[in-house]
Antibody, heavy 122, light 106 residues
Framework: QVQLQESGPGLVKPSQTLSLTCTVS??????????WSWIRQPAGKGLEWIGR???????NYNPSLKSRVTISVDTSKNQFSLKLSSVTAADTAVYYC??????????????WGQGTLVTVSS | EIVMTQSPATLSVSPGERATLSCRASQSVSSNLAWYQQKPGQAPRLLIYGASTRATGIPARFSGSGSGTEFTLTISSLQSEDFAVYYCQQYNNWYTFGQGTKLEIK
C-alpha cells in the first residue's frame, strides 16, 4: 500500500526557510486521483492544513500561510516538497505529509506520513 | 474559513461503554466531513469520511452520522485501544479541523 515519509532538517533558525520533502512509496505520485498535502501540528495543539499539490504542479494554499508557502512536486523522484519562508517560533510543529482524494466524496487525508518535528530556534 | 467546534473537550468513559463525540461546523459542509483518531506520538488515522463511511480496515464499532452543520462519531463498545484524541475535519471548503476531543478511561 502507499506509504509517505517526511524528511528534512529538524532545526531551523528564525527568519530562515523551512524545507521538507515527502517521499511516496508503494504507488505513483502521478496518479490522477489524488492531491498531495502538507499539514502541521504544534505540540499539544490541533491540526492545520498548509496546502496541497496535484501531479500537474497545480497548488492551493491555506490563506493564512499563502504568502510564505511554496509546495512543489518531482514526479521523477515520486516526491513533493514544502518550503515555508520567514519562519518564527510559531512555526515550530510536527509536519505531516498526506494524500487526499480529489473526488469530494472520498476526500479524507489517508494515508499520512509519520511526521517530522521542526523546531524554529536560534 | 469554516470553523469546526468539537465537544466535549474531554470525555471520560469506561471500557465496554458507548462514547458519543460531537462536531459542529460554522456553516453547512453537507456530508463532506471526516473523523480521525490520533494516539500519542502517532499520525492521525482516518476513521470516517463522507460523514458516515468507514475507511478501510476500521472496525464496525465506529460509526458516523450527521450532515449540514451537526455531526456525531459514536464508538459503540469502547476497547482499550480506542482511548485517544479524535478530530473532525471538513473538506467542503478547503480543509479545517476541529480542536479535538480527548477520550479517556473513566
Amino acid at each position: 500500500q502507499v506509504q509517505l515519509q517526511e524528511s528534512g532538517p529538524g532545526l531551523v533558525k528564525p527568519s530562515q526557510t523551512l524545507s521538507l520533502t515527502c517521499t511516496v512509496s508503494g504507488g505513483s505520485i502521478s496518479s490522477g486521483s489524488y492531491y498531495w498535502s502538507w499539514i502541521r501540528q504544534p505540540a499539544g495543539k490541533g491540526l492545520e492544513w498548509i496546502g496541497r499539490i496535484y501531479t500537474s504542479g497545480s497548488t492551493n494554499y491555506n490563506p493564512s500561510l499563502k504568502s510564505r508557502v511554496t509546495i512543489s512536486v518531482d514526479t521523477s523522484k515520486n516526491q513533493f516538497s514544502l518550503k515555508l519562508s520567514s519562519v518564527t517560533a510559531a512555526d515550530t510543529a510536527v509536519y505531516y505529509c498526506a494524500r487526499v482524494g480529489i473526488a469530494v466524496a472520498g476526500a479524507g487525508f489517508d494515508p499520512w506520513g509519520q511526521g517530522t518535528l521542526v523546531t524554529v530556534s536560534s | 474559513e469554516i470553523v469546526m467546534t468539537q465537544s466535549p473537550a474531554t470525555l471520560s468513559v469506561s471500557p465496554g461503554e458507548r462514547a458519543t463525540l460531537s462536531c459542529r461546523a460554522s456553516q453547512s459542509v453537507s456530508s463532506n466531513l471526516a473523523w480521525y483518531q490520533q494516539k500519542p506520538g502517532q499520525a492521525p488515522r482516518l476513521l470516517i469520511y463522507g460523514a458516515s463511511t468507514r475507511a478501510t480496515g476500521i472496525p464496525a464499532r465506529f460509526s458516523g452520522s450527521g450532515s449540514g452543520t451537526e455531526f456525531t462519531l459514536t464508538i459503540s463498545s469502547l476497547q482499550s485501544e480506542d482511548f485517544a484524541v479524535y478530530y473532525c475535519q471538513q473538506y467542503n471548503n478547503w480543509y479545517t479541523f476541529g480542536q479535538g476531543t480527548k477520550l479517556e478511561i473513566k
